[in-house]
């Protein structure tokens, strides 16, 4: 069975910083592209970042330069490190694995929120 676990989120003021982590399925983890995506209230879903099992990242151009993705693949684990937070980044967060065999089907952890205050 798939698990993909994330925590993390909270509350924090504009400027500042927040790491969020999702323990994953090592049957999974190995083998996906592992990300993030947030949806905002009334809003679609939209890609954070993401990481290749070989380490490659892709970011959503709103948080390009303030966040980080990273994996550790010892521990079956993807981190988010979001720093310079804005009010705007206030969401819904979600872990993500994609196999990179199967592109285009996705796996979904539960969401944990993040409010940003100004």
């Known amino acids: 069975q798939v698990q993909l676990v994330a925590s993390g989120g909270g509350l924090v003021q504009a400027g500042g910083s927040l790491r969020l982590s999702c323990a994953a399925s090592?049957?999974?983890?190995?083998?996906?592209?592992m990300g993030w995506y947030r949806q905002g209230s009334g809003e679609q879903r939209e890609l954070v970042a993401t990481?290749?099992?070989?380490?490659?990242?892709n970011y959503g151009d709103s948080v390009k330069g303030r966040f980080t993705i990273s994996r550790d693949n010892a521990e079956n684990t993807v981190y988010l490190q979001m720093n310079s937070l804005k009010p705007e980044d206030t969401a819904d967060y979600y872990c993500?694995?994609?196999?990179?065999?199967?592109?285009?089907?996705?796996?979904w952890g539960q969401g944990t929120q993040i409010t940003v205050s100004s």
């Open positions: 993500n694995a994609e196999p990179e065999a199967y592109p285009g089907y996705h796996y």
């Open positions: 090592r049957t999974i983890f190995s083998i996906s592209v």
């Open positions: 990481i290749t099992s070989s380490g490659s990242t």
